[in-house]
C-alpha cells in the first residue's frame, strides 16, 4: 500500500485542522486547567466533534459511524496533538470502540456503537494496575461463576475514568497475577454500586483517574469477549491505542518544532537571528529528519492495523516507541531552544513538553517499546 | 478503481514473467552473496570479468535494459514504470540475484544526462553506460575544494576549437581505472564562484592526464588524486550551458546522495541475528543487556529510515517534490550505516579485528569504509546545512 494520504484521507484531515484550531487550540487546554473544570474536556465541543466524525471516526457506518479507520483516527490525532485538544477521544472512541469491535456482542455493539459515535457515551478502558505500563500484570479478580461475578481490585491511569459512563475492566478469572491467560474484560457502569473513581491530576493537565472495585456486581452479558481469554481483545485495543497515541505524539512534536523554527526566525541575540547559529540548526535539521521518520512508520502503522496484518504488533512498538521518544527530544529541545521564556507558564511552548512525555508514557514508553520489538524479533 | 485493477494485474503478470525470466537466466554464481570486491561488477573498457557468470550476466541484463530498469528504452533502458522497477527489485532480491551492474555512470552521471544532456551526448554515452561498456568518475573535489565546492579552481580556457584544462582533483573513486570523467572546470575568473563554473565530459586517456592512488584507512586504494596539465576538451563535451555547470552538479549529487543514503538498507544480516550467534540468548533476550538495547534502538531506527525510503518513493510517485530530502536521507542513511558498523564490530568482539588488509568483507574495513560515507557526496555536516537552509528556511544558514 502507497504510504501516501489518500484525496479523502486529505480532505478529511483538512476539516479536522481546521477545527481543532477553531475549536480546541491549546487556549482551552489551559481555560479548562486554570478554571479547575470538572469534565476536564467541553462536553459541548465533543458533540461537535462527533458531528465532525471524530468520536465515530472507527465505528463502521451500518453502526452510525464514519468508517475512517485507524488511519482516519490518526489524522485526527495528529491534529489533537497539535493543538493539545482536550477530548475523550482516544479512551472512547479508541479504545472503547476496539474493544466493542473485537469483542463486542452484537447486542452490546448496537447498545453502544451509535451512543459513542453520536457523542453522547464516554467509555474508559480500566486495565493497568502497575506504576510502568505491564498490560498482563492483573491483580484485579473476578470471582463467582454461572454467569455471575464479583470485580475487585485497584486500577490505575484511567483516561477520563472520572467523567466516563462505562468502564471496560480487565479482570483475572483465571491464572497468576502475571499470565496472559485468564484475563476477561468486563462493561461496567460507572453508577453500580461498588465502583469508586478518583480523579488524578496529572502534569499535562489531561484527564485521568484512579478506580477502585469493590466487590461490584456484573454478568456474562458484561462481557466483552471470551473469558479468560480476553487478552487477544486487550491487546489488540491497546495496539489501538498505541497507534493512536503515536500519531498524537507526531502532532506534538510537528507542532512544537515548527514553533520553535519560528522562533529561530525571529529572536535576535549578538545583533543576530539565533537561527544562524549553527549549533541551533544542525539539532533542528536533525530534529526534522527524526520527525519524517515517525512520519512515515506511524501511516505505515496504521495502515497495518486496517488491513490487519498479522505482524502490525511490530510495527505498533516502533511507531509507539519512536514517536515518545522524538517527541520527547522535540519538546525538550523546543523549550531550550526558547531559552527563559520556554519555562513561563505564560507561554505554550511548555504544555507540549507535558503532553510529550504523558501520552509517551502511556501504554508503553520507549523503553518499553524498543524491549518489546526486540523480544517480538527473537532477541 | 477497474482501471487500477486492471493494473494490480498487468503488475502480477509482470511478476510472474521477471521471476521465470530471472530464475531461468540468472548464473547460479550470481545469486551468491558478495564477498570481494571482485564480486562487483563495475564494467569499463578495462573490465575484467570475473567468471563467465558475471559477463553472462551483465549481458542478458544489459540486452533488456534492466541494468537501468527506469531509464528510457531510446537509450537502450528497461523503460519500466516505478511499480515495475520495483517488482523487479523484488524479485530479484527473492532470488538473490546480484546486481549486474554497478557504476557512477548509472547513478550519478545518467539522470544528469537525461536532464541537461544534449540528444547527441545522451546517444553517445547512455547505450555504453547501460550495457557497461564505459566507466566513469567524477571530478568535483579539489585540494583546496570540499565542502566549499563551489570554490574550485580547476580551470578550463576557451581555445576556439577546445578548452584548456589545467589544475588537479583529488578523491577521485577509481580515477585510474575509469574510462571518462565528469568534471567541474571554472571558465569564468570574474563571476559569483557559483556562476563560473561548467560541466565537461572527457577521455581519462587523453595527454596531460596523470594519477596518483591515494589508500585508504580500510587497506585499499579505489581512489587518487589526479592532474590535468594541458589537456585538451572538444566544445562539443560540454554539457548543458557554459558557466551553468552548478545546477547540473547539483543536481547530480541529489542523485549521489540518494544512492550513499540507501547503501545501508540494502539486504543485510540483520544485527540482532550476528548478535544471537556471537552472544547468545539467555531466557529468550540476548545475553547482554546493553547492547541489546542499543541494537534494538538501531534497527528500530532502520525499520523506520527503510519506511521512510520507501514514502519518498511513493510521494515522488504521486507528483509530489522530494529535491530537498535527498539531504535527509544521505545524512540520516549513512550516520546509521556507521552505527550499524559500530555495533557489528562490538558484536563481533576480538574476531571483528581481524585485518590482513585484503579481504574488504571482513568486518574491521567495511567497518572502516563506512566512515567515509558522511563524507563522501558531502559531509553529514553540510547536510544539515542545507537542510537548515532549503527545508527549514532558517536565516543567514
Ligand atoms: C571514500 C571517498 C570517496 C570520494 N569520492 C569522490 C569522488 O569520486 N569525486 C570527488 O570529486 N570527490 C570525492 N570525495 C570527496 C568528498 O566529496 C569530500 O571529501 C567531501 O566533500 C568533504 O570535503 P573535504 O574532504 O575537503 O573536507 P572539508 O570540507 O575540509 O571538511 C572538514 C570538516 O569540516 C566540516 N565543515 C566544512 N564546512 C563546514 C560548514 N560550512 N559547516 C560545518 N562544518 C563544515 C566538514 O563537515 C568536515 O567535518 C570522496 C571522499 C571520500 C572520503
Redesign the interface.
Known sequence: M???LTEDQLMFRDAAKRFAAERAPVAQLRKLRDDNDAAGFSREVWKEMADMGWAGVLVPEEHGGAGFGYVGAGLVAEEIGRNLSATPLLSTAVLGVTALLRGGSAAQKEAFLPAIAGGDLVVALASDEKNRHAPHSIATRATGGSGKFKLSGRKVHVLDGHVADRLIVTARTSGDVESRDGITLFLVDTKASGVNVTRTPTVDSHNAAAVELRDVAVSDSDVIGTVDKGAVVLDAVLDAGRAVLAAELLGVAEESFERT?GY??EREQFG??I??F?SL??R???L??EI??????V??TLQALDAQEPTASNLV??AK??ASDVARIATNEAVQMHGGIGMTDEFDIGFFMKRARAAGETFGDYYYH??R???L??? | MSAQLKSVDQLETFRRETRAWLEANCPAEMRQPVTEEGDVCWGGRRWKFKNDAQRVWLERMAERGWTVPEWPKEYGGGGLSKEEARVLREEMGRLSCRVPLTSFGISMLGPALLKYGNEQQKREHLPKIVRGEIRWCQGYSEPGAGSDLASLKTRAEDKGAHFLVNGSKIWTSYGDKADWIFCLVRTDFSAKKQEGISFVLFDMQSPGISTRPIRLISGYSPFTQTFFDNVQVPKENLMGELNKGWTIAKYLLTHERNMIGGMGTQRQTPLSQLAIKSIGLASGKLAEGTLRADIARFEMDALAFTLTMGRVMDEAKAGNETGAVSSMLKYYGTELNKRRAELAMSIAGSEGLKFDGQTQADIAPVWLRTKANSIEGGTSEVQLNIIAKNVLRLPGA
Do not use: I, P
Open positions: 502507497s504510504l501516501v523554527l529561530l526566525r543576530a537571528k537561527g544562524t549553527q540548526q544542525h533542528a535539521a536533525h526534522f529528519c519524517e521518520l515517525v512520519r512515515s512508520v501511516l505505515r512498538c516502533l516507541g519512536k524498543a524491549d520489538f526486540a523480544q524479533a527473537g532477541y
